[in-house]
């Protein structure tokens, strides 16, 4: 911006655009001459208040009631400096150039002018004007202009602006058309249409230029096929990728409307895409369908678990528990159900309320395992794994599938159940004592063993022991490996004759653990087995632990 130069002659205040000046200070304050003031357009901008205060002054002394501007780009910071100055009651715009709608708004909050007088001043705005305010416009243009967007969509008045829903541009805009296009985006709030019926790549850049400038939204803009459709389809990509997150978030769509020429000579084509969008339309009908009876399914089986559940707690309070002492209850880390399964290195969990201690420690099993056999009679024992919300009895069957989609009371539930594998022997223990479950996003089940793989879980001495007690003897289990792993069956070996085999399997599983937990393991000892899904069904999640010997 160049300087400003406000000159005071007689009763007229005149704000001139001037060049600058080397090695001038514009803003120095110690102004002697008060008939001609200069300061630099960023001063005034910057100190609006105290430059509007000082010209005050002068005008008031000087008993001056009007303002003259000789260069049109000074009108709306000479408002701001006089918008209070009850003295000024006529603004003289000397430039040859219309109002612009920047103008305008300053205009609006003006209430001190009486007079204006401009080179020109769209109707539309000018009716604005006339209707809020007490003011009188001299205009000293003798025809008044119309450009050819206004004309063709016949936007004659300002109600005409605010209230039209479709507009038509039949050609490129000039620079004129392009600032009466830009301000009637800022005074409309009804456009849903812009109809383009002469194409040019200058036209619908300028165009998206001004929505994203305006943040318009939720538009639509048609082309016509009469123009290169091949031109048309190349820009609207461009546009697509240099704007993709502004017309995403807007809601700005593209549409071609293709002639009776056009669809005849391409009828098959046209068949062929609509043939596809309503098959498109019956595989997307069908996959909410299978959605929603998926989600219903889900709801039915988890709140078949959660009555399961209860059931159990109430079988759980009967027995009386002893005194627990929860001197290290500080030590001890309970992990939110919310965690992210894929965070193994996350080190500051978020933490709920502590649970109840799980009863499976202190509970006397011989009145336990009764009860429970009276609702299945394959329960086979009762699993807790510390800082999860595994805390299950176990079952088994004569296979491997039945309680996949099954519950603890045998009704059908794509939930399934906790249960061991059908090749071992609660009386006869196996090398390899094998549970399986879901992995349910909800966290019933085997859902929370993804805590395991969080390091501040594996490194906690308390979680490290779990809890597997069966009718015939309570058992604790220490942790020494844990590792995610590919679908496969090589560590789900129940049984071996050869305990050098044996002994190769135990170090095997070592060798895989995402952790060295430091625990011997030998041939001569009984390992526990948790198997589920990991992060997809193509995945597990594997924890082994040794027998404790007491």
Not at 74 to 85: P, Y
Not at 148 to 167: A, G, P, R
Not at 466 to 472: D, R
């Amino acid at each position: 911006m160049n300087n400003v130069l406000i000159r005071v002659n007689s009763k007229l205040l005149t704000l001139t655009h001037v060049k600058s000046k080397e090695n001038k200070n514009l803003n120095n304050t110690n102004i002697i001459d008060t008939k001609e003031l200069l300061f630099s357009y960023q001063y005034i901008k910057d100190n609006i208040e105290l430059v509007s205060s000082f010209l005050n002054t002068i005008i008031i002394k000087n008993s001056i009631d009007k303002v003259r501007i000789n260069n049109i780009e000074l009108t709306t910071l000479t408002l701001d400096l006089i918008n209070s100055f009850k003295n000024i009651k006529k603004l003289l715009i000397s430039d040859d150039k219309s109002i612009t709608y920047d103008i305008f708004l300053k205009l609006l909050d003006n209430n001190t002018l009486e007079y204006i007088n401009c080179y020109d001043i769209p109707p539309y705005l000018l009716e604005r004007l006339d209707i809020n305010k007490n003011l009188k416009i001299e205009v000293r243009c003798e025809i008044f202009f119309m450009s050819k967007f206004m004309e063709d969509n016949k936007l004659n008045n300002y109600s005409d602006i605010y209230y039209k829903k479709k507009v038509v541009i039949n050609k490129n805009f000039d620079l004129k058309e392009l600032e009466e296009f830009k301000t009637f985006l800022r005074i409309n709030k009804y456009l849903k249409e812009i109809h383009i019926k002469n194409y040019t790549n200058d036209l619908i850049y300028s165009i998206i230029d001004l929505f994203k400038e305006n943040n318009i939204i939720n538009k639509n803009i048609i082309f016509y096929e009469k123009n290169n459709i091949n031109i048309i389809v190349n820009s609207i990509n461009y546009l697509k990728d240099i704007y993709k997150d502004y017309l995403n978030e807007s809601n700005i769509d593209f549409k071609i409307v293709y002639s009776k020429e056009y669809k005849k000579k391409n009828f098959f084509k046209q068949l062929n895409f609509v043939t596809l969008k309503y098959i498109c339309i019956v595989v997307l009908l069908g996959a909410l369908l299978f959605s929603g009876l998926d989600y219903y399914k889900n709801y039915t089986s988890e709140k078949k678990l959660n009555k399961i559940d209860e059931t159990l707690t109430n079988i759980l309070d009967n027995f009386e528990l002893p005194n627990i002492d929860n001197e290290n209850d500080d030590d001890i880390l309970y992990i939110d159900s919310e965690e992210n399964e894929e965070d193994n290195n996350t080190t500051n969990q978020n933490t709920t309320t502590k649970p109840e201690p799980p009863s499976s420690y202190y509970t006397k099993y011989e009145q336990i395992f009764e009860e429970l056999g009276k609702i299945n009679d394959e329960t086979v024992g009762w699993l807790t794994v510390n800082n999860t919300k595994i805390n299950y009895p176990v079952v088994q069957h004569t296979d491997n599938d039945y309680y996949l989609k099954r519950d603890f009371n045998k009704k059908n539930n794509s939930y399934g159940w906790v249960y061991m594998d059908y090749r071992n022997n609660v009386y006869n223990m196996s090398n390899n004592t094998i549970i399986y479950a879901h992995n349910l996003k909800n966290g019933m089940m085997f859902g929370t063993l993804r805590y395991a793989t969080n390091e501040s879980w594996y490194k906690n001495e308390e979680n490290q022991i779990i809890t597997f007690n069966t009718k015939v003897k309570n058992m604790k289990w220490k942790i020494f490996s844990i590792y995610k792993v590919p679908e496969t069956n090589d560590y789900l070996y129940a049984n071996f004759g050869d305990l050098d085999e044996y002994q190769t399997f135990i170090d095997f599983l070592k060798n895989r653990s995402m952790y060295d937990f430091n625990v011997e393991v030998t041939k001569d000892d009984h390992i526990l087995t948790l198997s589920t899904c990991g992060t997809t069904s193509a995945q597990r999640l594997v924890i082994h632990a040794v027998l404790i010997k007491e």
